[in-house]
């Protein structure tokens, strides 16, 4: 499995048991799944939720993961080495070097929030 799909996978594999204030991002991501279709995107807020839940599921809240894709991946105890975070740049296009910079990680932040956005919770065929 690629690492932006063992994000996506740790963010949503528990939308069934996602509480009220999530409730119509799990129903995106669920319908988006079981639809068969194009996936229903999904907004900041609703994505963001999801993580919030994780975080406050595990007591990782103090985790910066709304700026850090090494605090992102922390929180979802995914391998966040430079190693794996160079294999998640190449899986999302990224095209600067490779060293672990601030550009990089910031990109990869980014990157990976939209993914999840428009990917409404599901992981992309050329991602998985």
Do not use: C
Not at 5 to 17: D, E, P
Not at 47 to 59: L, N, P, R, S
């Amino acid at each position: 499995m690629s690492v932006f799909g063992s994000i996506v996978n740790a963010v949503f594999g528990t939308a069934k048991a996602a509480g009220a204030a999530v409730a119509g991002a799990a129903s995106a991501a669920t319908s988006a799944v079981t639809g068969g279709s194009k996936p229903t995107p999904m907004t900041r807020e609703q994505v963001e939720a999801m993580i919030q839940k994780k975080a406050d599921e595990t007591g990782r809240s103090n985790y910066n993961w709304r700026h850090s894709i090494v605090d992102l991946m922390k929180l979802l105890d995914i391998d966040s080495s430079l190693n794996a975070r160079k294999q998640l740049a190449q899986e999302l296009g990224y095209t600067g070097q490779l060293n672990g910079s601030a550009e990089m990680n910031m990109w990869l932040h980014k990157h990976v929030i939209e993914k999840m956005m428009a990917s409404g919770g599901t992981v992309p065929d050329d991602l998985k």
